[in-house]
């Protein structure tokens, strides 16, 4: 296993999951770009955008998502763009991608003349490198976790993001009447897993109009 996948390790407990995608570590497949499979706990860290393995009650991090293929996650389907790892919810001509992401937010600390200050996760999540591995620092008590995820779509293999429904119409300019109607009808919520699932079936069928 350690031939085709390496692993940095991390200190964070079991019960330290806020910034993980799923409640809990389970047992998933990892396709790699050789044609072999691994079965390892799995996790992903929406902070540090790394795949997170568990085993003997230590936290490794994925250093090598690039030879990956696939990760079938909690019957979800991830892959990676460059270090961190999209999640594919429609697979087809047009198809559609949820970025899962954090943010870190300091409570209670003052930012400049009010607020309170936002800091970029390697502010909290530095680490040392040691003979045994790269160690992750477990996050401070007083930082809260905000999920921020980012919607993909790749057309003609150029990948383009949206987080509103108007920027989103921006990428369909063509099909923008009939995506809008669709949406006051099916009162869709992009933020909705379900819900953007549909809107990729129906944005697909329209191109297949065109």
Known sequence: MASSLKLYAQT???QDLTQYLFPEFSK???KMKTGSDLILILN???ITGTMVFQRNAQFYDMANPE?????????????PFGKVFYEVVVNA????????????????????????SEVS???????????SGY????????????????????????MLSFYTVRQ??????????????????????????????KLGNFCNELMKEK
Request: hydrophobic share 30%.
């Open 12 to 14: 964070e407990s079991a």
């Open 28 to 30: 998933s497949r990892v």
């Open 44 to 46: 992903y860290n929406t």
């Open 67 to 79: 030879s990956v293929d696939t990760v079938y996650l909690q019957n979800r389907r991830l892959v």
């Open 93 to 116: 001509s047009v198809s559609f991608f949820i970025q899962h992401k954090s943010d870190l937010k300091e409570s209670g600390k003052p930012a400049g003349y009010g607020g309170t």
């Open 121 to 131: 996760a390697t502010s909290y999540l530095s680490g040392f490198d040691h003979p």
């Open 135 to 158: 160690y992750n620092l477990k996050l401070p008590p007083s930082c809260e976790i905000k999920y921020s995820p980012v919607y993909w779509v790749r057309i003609n293999n150029n």
């Open 168 to 197: 989103f119409l921006k990428i369909f300019p063509e099909q923008a009447e009939q995506i809008k109607q669709f949406f006051r009808e099916s009162k869709l919520k992009i933020e909705n897993r379900e819900d953007l699932i």
